[in-house]
C-alpha cells in the first residue's frame, strides 16, 4: 500500500548546518555508480525494492525521462572527499502532468550506516530550497507503508498524510 505525504513550504529554507557532508548536485555519467551505491544500499533487502540496479536502470529512470533536471539531484557528500563517500541521494521532478506550484520528491535515500547523522534533512532542505526557487511550493512524496521509518521522517519534517 501507498502512502501520499505532503507539505506546503512556506519560505525558502536555509541548509542546516552538517559539519560533516555537502550537498551538490548531478556533474555527469560518472555521478551515476554513486547514486546506483547508494540507492542499492539504501533498498537491499526492504519489500518491493527487487534487484540491484545498474547503469541503464539509471538511464532509464533519469537521463531518458524528458523532465529530468540534472540540477534537481543531489549528493551528499562526505567532507573527506573519499570515492565512496557518498552518504544519501535526492531527486526532485516536476512535469506537465502536475500543477505549476507542485514538485515531486521522487527519490530520498541515504545509506544505512549514514542514517540519522543529518543527511536526509540535508538533503531535504536542499530540495526544498529549489522547489521554492522554482516557485513550487506544495511537495508531495509518495512511499510504502510499510516504510515506517521513512514515514515517521517526513512527518518529523513537516509533511503531513494525504495530498494538497
Known amino acids: 500500500m ?25 556533474r555527469d555519467f560518472s555521478d551515476a555508480a554513486r547514486w546506483l551505491a547508494v540507492r542499492n544500499a539504501a533498498l537491499l533487502g526492504r519489500v518491493a525494492a527487487g534487484r540491484p540496479w545498474d547503469e541503464r536502470d539509471f538511464r532509464r529512470e533519469f537521463l531518458d525521462k524528458p523532465h529530468w533536471r540534472p540540477d534537481w539531484m543531489w549528493f551528499a557528500e562526505d567532507r573527506s572527499g573519499q570515492d565512496d563517500a557518498t552518504a544519501g541521494v535526492a531527486v526532485m521532478t516536476a512535469n506537465q502532468h502536475t500543477a505549476p506550484s507542485v514538485a515531486s520528491i521522487q527519490w530520498l535515500l541515504v545509506r544505512p550506516e549514514r542514517q540519522r547523522q543529518g543527511v536526509g534533512r540535508l538533503l531535504l532542505s536542499a530540495i526544498e530550497a529549489a522547489a521554492w526557487e522554482a516557485q513550487r511550493t506544495t511537495l508531495v512524496v509518495e512511499t510504502l507503508f510499510e516504510w515506517t521509518d521513512a514515514i515517521a521522517f517526513y512527518k518529523f519534517c513537516g509533511f503531513s498524510a494525504g495530498r494538497i
Open 2 to 26: 501507498v502512502v501520499f505525504l505532503s507539505k506546503i513550504v512556506h519560505n525558502r529554507p536555509a541548509l542546516p548546518e552538517n559539519n560533516w557532508h555537502e550537498v551538490r548536485t548531478y
